[in-house]
T-cell receptor, first 117, second 114 residues
Framework: AQKVTQAQTEISVVEKEDVTLDCVYE???????LFWYKQPPSGELVFLIR??????QNEISGRYSWNFQKSTSSFNFTITASQVVDSAVYFC??????????????FGQGTELSVKP | KAGVTQTPRYLIKTRGQQVTLSCSPI?????VSWYQQTPGQGLQFLFE???????NKGNFPGRFSGRQFSNSRSEMNVSTLELGDSALYLC?????????????FGPGTRLTVT
């Protein structure tokens, strides 16, 4: 069965600190996608990144970076020099790529990040 | 380009009643997915529609149903409401029928059942 675990329920940091959000996943499939979403207090989920199972290259986008390691089934997310605006709940998600069935994401429980000034 | 819109944004219903929630996808998007978010269970997939056909369904009882119209707008219905149905219901749309296409989420409908 598919499962996503975000062991950190809450993280609190002071502005400008670096912070890493952990994500561990389980799947029996060899082809799958991994995602990170941000949910600010407004409630809307904001897409941050998608990674397919064949692409283990790390990615950097501004202050955000992602480390994908198939050997440990992890897809961790690092925010460098955190800012107050980064405060939100962050979700890691997994999806297999079956036939014509689409749209189903398996989400972790989320990590609530609080960045204090 | 307008984003995904969901109506109503807030809803209060009584146990036993039924409710219909609406989702208008981004123009040109043909896939609509629905998710339920609760503090206890987190984000859970309800169902997904593409070109008016339900192609994937989560583990929810038959009280939860949905449909998609020819203009890709979607509705979900919950009958015989229970207290545990109180949640934020999120809708997401995408251009295509698999996750090669990015999903864009709406702001959600917050349903409270009393």
């Amino acid at each position: 069965a598919q499962k996503v675990t975000q062991a950190q329920t809450e993280i609190s940091v002071v502005e400008k600190e670096d912070v890493t959000l952990d994500c561990v996943y389980e799947t029996r499939d060899t082809t799958y996608y991994l995602f990170w979403y941000k949910q600010p207090p407004s409630g809307e989920l904001v897409f941050l990144i998608r990674r397919n199972s064949f692409d283990e290259q790390n990615e950097i986008s501004g202050r955000y970076s992602w480390n994908f390691q198939k050997s440990t089934s992890s897809f961790n997310f690092t925010i460098t020099a955190s800012q107050v605006v980064d405060s939100a709940v962050y979700f890691c998600a997994l999806s297999e790529v079956p036939g014509n069935q689409g749209g189903k994401l398996i989400f972790g429980q989320g990590t609530e990040l609080s960045v204090k000034p | 380009k307008a984003g995904v819109t969901q109506t109503p944004r807030y809803l209060i219903k009584t146990r036993g009643q039924q409710v219909t929630l609406s989702c208008s996808p981004i123009s040109g998007h043909r896939s609509v997915s629905w998710y339920q978010q609760t503090p206890g269970q987190g984000l859970q997939f309800l169902f997904e529609y593409f070109s008016e056909t339900q192609r994937n369904k989560g583990n929810f009882p038959g009280r939860f149903s949905g449909r998609q119209f020819s203009n890709s707008r979607s509705e979900m219905n919950v009958s015989t409401l229970e207290l545990g149905d109180s949640a934020l219901y999120l809708c997401a749309s995408s251009r295509g029928r698999d996750l090669l296409y990015e999903q864009y989420f709406g702001p959600g409908t917050r349903l409270t059942v009393t």
